[in-house]
């Protein structure tokens, strides 16, 4: 007991979206009237039909089914050859039942969606793209990429320029796009362009793009160049007419009540350009005595202003009876390309400051305590090898 199945044909070419049909005869080898269904084996059954489903035959009777193949038009059915199977089910004697094997052979299709991503762009020196290709087919692709532009204003980088990619999956690409000419003023200018996707055998793919190119300077830059203009200008007159007179007129009054702290009383005339007091100033004095000018101010808290000269190996510097002298500054000056060896300046004998000839032309110091002599005592500059024209100048108070 059993059937027997044949299939008209083994090898089926099909387009995907499209239909095939074969049919299979099945007899009844048993001895009792059988009843026989179908089932598909593979992956081909998901998409199969039998017609009639079911034979009901008499012993050594024979009948046929048309069996229907609908392969969709999808990346999930692949381009090549995909085995199938036919299986005849018996109901009286499941044991006798049996398979038929065909192949479909399956043929490709190609289906490339492209992208661009934006599709317009904006910049004075060009802008980048990105580009994305899904392969809607069942066979992989390969694929070249190309750009070109109408008018050949523009330049273009692609990377990578190919791409490959397997069917219901997608690649990725840049696209670099760059005017030829940039400009510095003006309205923007619209640069129109294609993206080219060459696969062999297959139809060229095109993706359309567009450069906006924009002036190097922005439209706001003039504007806002005369405005910054305009504001320097006016920072410019209130400075003449207004900052820099109450500045002067703030300084002035300070000035003035400095002075006054100290004792000073300005001139009439106030002061010169260079801030400067009019008034006769103290005068050296080199006659042996630290004596104050006439006309020298008195400071009040530390008493009246002196400075002079002393030469060395000159006459020395006596402090009035009575007097004491407070030097705050010294300015040794050493006028000789030759001379070496020390300078001394001493108060009465003893060293106040021993310094090297060649080691100077002008040294200046000043002291936040004071050297005090008192009356009796003297300040001489010496020189034991010789040293003319050589001096110190001193400033400070007496008292």
Request: proline share 9%; charged share 15%; with cysteine.
């Amino acid at each position: 007991m059993g059937a027997l199945a044949n299939l008209e044909n083994r090898l089926l070419a099909v387009e995907p979206g499209s239909q095939v049909s074969v049919a299979v005869r099945v007899r009844n080898t048993g001895s009792v009237v059988d009843q026989f269904t179908f089932q598909i084996l593979g992956d081909a059954g998901a998409w199969a039909t039998v017609q009639p489903g079911t034979l009901s035959l008499f012993p050594s009777a024979e009948e046929t089914a048309t069996i229907a193949f609908s392969p969709p038009r999808s990346a999930s059915v692949p381009a090549g050859q995909m085995p199938f199977g036919v299986r005849v089910i018996s109901k009286e004697d499941p044991g006798g039942s049996v398979v038929e094997e065909g192949v479909l052979d399956i043929a490709p299709f190609s289906d490339v969606f492209a992208e661009l991503a934006p599709r317009t762009s904006r910049g004075s020196g060009g802008a980048t793209h990105d580009l994305a290709i899904d392969n809607r087919g069942n066979a992989p692709l390969n694929a070249a990429l190309d750009a070109v532009d109408p008018d050949r204003l523009l330049t273009f980088d692609i990377k990578p320029p190919g791409v490959m990619a397997d069917p219901g999956t997608a690649a990725f690409a840049k696209v670099a796009v760059r005017p030829r000419r940039r400009f510095w003023r003006g309205s923007s200018r619209t640069r129109p362009f294609q993206v080219l996707i060459d696969s062999p055998g297959v139809a060229s793919v095109t993706v359309d793009g567009t450069l906006v190119q924009e002036a190097i300077l922005p439209p706001w830059f003039i504007r806002a160049l005369l405005l910054l203009l305009g504001l320097l200008v006016l920072a410019v007159v209130l400075w003449i007419f207004l900052v820099r007179p109450a500045i002067q007129a703030t300084a002035s009054e300070r000035t003035e009540d400095i002075l006054a702290q100290v004792g000073i009383t300005p001139p009439p005339g106030g002061f010169d350009n260079d801030g400067g007091d009019t008034s006769p100033s103290p005068t050296a004095d080199t006659s042996g005595s630290a004596s104050p000018s006439p006309g020298t101010p008195v400071v009040a808290g530390l008493g009246q202003l002196l400075d002079g000269r002393l030469e060395a190996g000159g006459q020395p510097l006596a402090i009035e009876a009575g007097k004491t002298l407070f030097i705050t500054d010294l300015v040794f000056s050493n006028p000789s390309d030759t001379a070496v060896g020390d300078i001394r300046l001493e108060r009465s004998g003893q060293a106040l400051l021993v310094l090297r000839l060649e080691n100077f032309r002008d040294l200046d110091f000043h002291f936040v305590t004071p050297i005090a002599l008192i009356a009796g005592q003297q300040l001489t500059l010496g020189c034991p090898g010789g040293c003319p024209g050589a001096a110190v100048y001193y400033s400070g108070y007496q008292r």
